[in-house]
Nanobody
Framework: QVQLVESGGGLVQAGESLRLSCAAS????????MGWYRQAPGKQRELVAT???????NYADSVKGRFTASRDNAKNTIDLEMNSLKPEDTAVYYC????????????WGQGTQVTVSS
């Protein structure tokens, strides 16, 4: 079992930055793909970014060039640096962990609210 706890959400104005962090209950980065999803009211959940055990990152087109995912193996944390925020980035952001093997479990954090005002 893995617990994920997000932090760092808040209310900012358009153009500002926020840094989200996700703490894992144990070191899992060598065998789990870590991800960030978001869900805005009335919209489907959207994959924002992933970071693989090999440090490869992928981003949704809507956040490329503005968001950066990173991880700290020593602290068992992953971060999402969000720059040039837009009102459409407003959502609840979730941290996820999915094992790389077939049939692996997937874990979700409780989510953190990000609100960007215009």
């Amino acid at each position: 079992q893995v617990q994920l706890v997000e932090s760092g959400g808040g209310l900012v104005q358009a153009g500002e930055s926020l840094r989200l962090s996700c703490a894992a209950s144990r070191n899992i980065f060598s065998s789990y793909v870590m991800g960030w999803y978001r869900q805005a009211p009335g919209k489907q959940r959207e994959l924002v970014a992933t970071i693989t055990p090999g440090w490869n990152t992928n981003y949704a087109d809507s956040v490329k060039g503005r968001f950066t995912a990173s991880r700290d193996n020593a602290k068992n944390t992953i971060d999402l640096e969000m720059n040039s925020l837009k009102p459409e980035d407003t959502a609840v952001y979730y941290c996820t962990a999915r094992g790389v093997w077939s049939g692996s479990p997937e874990y979700w954090g409780q989510g953190t609210q990000v609100t960007v005002s215009s």
